[in-house]
């Protein structure tokens, strides 16, 4: 399963109208989530570009995330802190799928 997620600024009438229509529709029950939660969820990093990949197999999580011009430049300690505090939050969403 290859399943890409492209947020943008913010979301449309016209792209609430297409979530409805998924909503509607057959598609996979994964797909209609995304489609719920795109319509009631507001943005938090508008500007910001995501780009998230889940490959499998083999088993590979990618995640990208472009920052607007409106984000200033992270300095060396910023970076690191996020580099953390990114790392700590993928570890705890991901630590329900390893069993003990």
């Known amino acids: 399963?290859?399943?890409t997620?492209?947020?943008?600024?913010k979301i449309s009438a016209d792209?609430?109208?297409?979530?409805?229509?998924?909503?509607?529709?057959g598609a996979a029950e994964k797909v209609k989530n995304f489609s719920r939660a795109a319509i009631?969820?507001?943005?938090?990093?508008?500007?910001?570009?995501?780009s998230i990949s889940v490959k499998n197999p083999p088993q590979?999580?990618?995640?990208?995330?472009?920052?607007?011009?409106s984000v200033a430049r992270l300095n060396e300690a910023q970076a690191t802190r996020?580099?953390?505090?990114?790392h700590d939050a993928a570890e705890s969403i991901l630590a329900k799928f390893f069993t003990p």
């Open 15 to 25: 792209d609430i109208a297409m979530h409805h229509r998924v909503l509607r529709s």
């Open 82 to 86: 996020l580099e953390q505090e990114l």
């Open 40 to 50: 009631h969820a507001a943005c938090k990093t508008p500007g910001a570009v995501y």
């Open 5 to 9: 997620i492209d947020s943008v600024k």
């Open 60 to 69: 590979v999580i990618e995640l990208s995330v472009v920052l607007p011009a």
């Open 1 to 3: 399963m290859n399943f």
